[in-house]
């Protein structure tokens, strides 16, 4: 897993290089999120993923980061004022906190505007561009309406009071960017359908699982491990997998979860890593 | 120029389908500010692009409503009370003001989204893949911190008081995304280098036109042809063409880089409508 972390972050501070220009305020707001103790899990299954379909994973960095990029502006404008006014991110100031709401704003836009930037500019060797072309498509679907924007406008406009709209809802805001990140990984590696599909299911299940274990950990977790106070979730009012069945079988539906994404990579020979992965995410404290 | 604007409201239109699903309030909110009576101008410069440049018009739809997705995210996000904290929008209330600041920012994102899943997904049969990515990176690149988020960081964290600062601001926000409107139609229509070159020259000079009119008429314009209060720029206390250099001047730079950009126009004999297009905004009243 390490090797991978170490890939996306040396293709991050080679993407986040800028002159010194009037604008230079809007690369320090980018840079303040993007480096801030990420986990860099989108991009780690994004490579993993290439690497298990038969690719080197390298082909994959340039989607890698883009993820990432998209996740980041993701967190920065969730974390606005206007949205879950968090002053908390990663044991870090929220990025409006620190550069106040019109460059954090600013610089959410810019993340997923450089997302399209970097992939648009796609150009390895023995990779199509129909097939760039599927992937940025890939992308774009799972950050929209349809995805993780769809996800967070059900947030904020609900209390998630039933299972299905809170399925729904995680589906979409932490569910379709994991998603596509296993996804992408196998286009690029130009993988067969019945292996897209195979990484497809994996992803959506350890999605839900993960999501799981973060309502989890917002009850049970400590302060110092997760970088932002317990209980937001209680405060906020809003319906979790913990208010919605409790502790003991939200526990016991992340394991179901994660099983059923390992049992997914069975067509795979090469599958050691995303399983341990999968198995490492279980017992996470941040 | 009647029939472009008609074009591309009805592909609009057509982009905009949704169904009624848990997350409809975004579509909702999307679709207030992408028909609120705009002038449809870069869209418009791209369509008579194409067509100066040999093509069917029609080829260039998809990227036309992305740019117009862009520039309508960007004026969502500009009105912001963290930004320029405007409540009226040519004639209407702001999209924060009916929908709420959260919304309004996820509504401004969602555009910027769209727009490149639209791109992402360009199929039009004769325009080979690698020109298409060329021309999403071309929008990318003119969107971004290079571009119109560049411009818009140091219209927020300046007061513009140096000509050569204005200029560049102008460059940026207003300018990177009317010439990226002329270039991509070129490069749709696989234009030569030397009409390439014409058209970002048209469009760099129409640009700054353009914008120091729109500083004039925040002077002389009437609050009812606007459709907002006019004196924003001194309210803001912002520099403008009219504080640095005065009405009269500003009126001859606006003739003067008109006349730059049509005799950019040159190399085309077929150049009538974007001439046309270029005398309309002179005495343009919004």
Request: proline share 3%; glycine share 6%; with cysteine.
């Amino acid at each position: 897993m390490q090797k991978y972390i170490e890939m996306t972050e040396k293709a991050l501070h080679a993407y986040m290089k800028f002159e010194d220009k009037p604008q230079k305020k809007i690369y320090e707001a980018m840079e303040y999120s993007l480096f801030a103790r990420g986990k860099r899990l989108r991009p780690v299954i994004m490579l993993m993923t290439a690497k298990m379909c038969g690719a080197d994973p390298a082909i994959a960095l340039p989607f890698a980061c883009a993820i990432e990029m998209i996740h980041t502006y993701s967190l920065i404008h969730d974390d606005l004022p206007a949205m879950d006014n968090d002053d908390l991110r990663r044991g870090k100031p929220t990025n409006h906190k620190v550069f106040g709401e019109g460059i954090a704003i600013l610089a959410g836009d810019a993340l997923l505007n450089k997302a399209f930037e970097i992939v648009s500019e796609y150009d390895v060797p023995g990779v199509c561009k129909k097939t760039v072309l599927r992937a940025i498509s890939a992308l774009a679907q799972s950050s929209g309406t349809e995805g993780m924007i769809g996800g967070q406008v059900v947030d904020i406009e609900s209390r998630n009071e039933d299972m299905e709209l809170l399925k729904y809802l995680y589906s979409l805001k932490t569910g379709a960017i994991i998603r596509s990140a296993g996804v992408i990984g196998a286009i690029l590696a130009e993988a067969e359908e019945d292996q897209t599909a195979a990484v497809d299911s994996f992803c959506l299940n350890l999605g839900i699982a993960f999501q799981i274990q973060d309502d989890i950990l917002d009850v049970t977790g400590s302060e110092a491990d997760l970088g932002k106070p317990i209980g937001s979730d209680a405060a906020n009012h809003k319906s979790t997998y913990i208010t919605l069945c409790g502790l003991e079988k939200s526990r016991d539906m992340v394991n179901k979860y994660t099983q059923k994404a390992i049992d997914s990579l069975a067509v795979f020979e090469n599958r050691g890593e995303l399983i341990n992965l999968a198995e490492t995410l279980i017992s996470r404290k941040a």
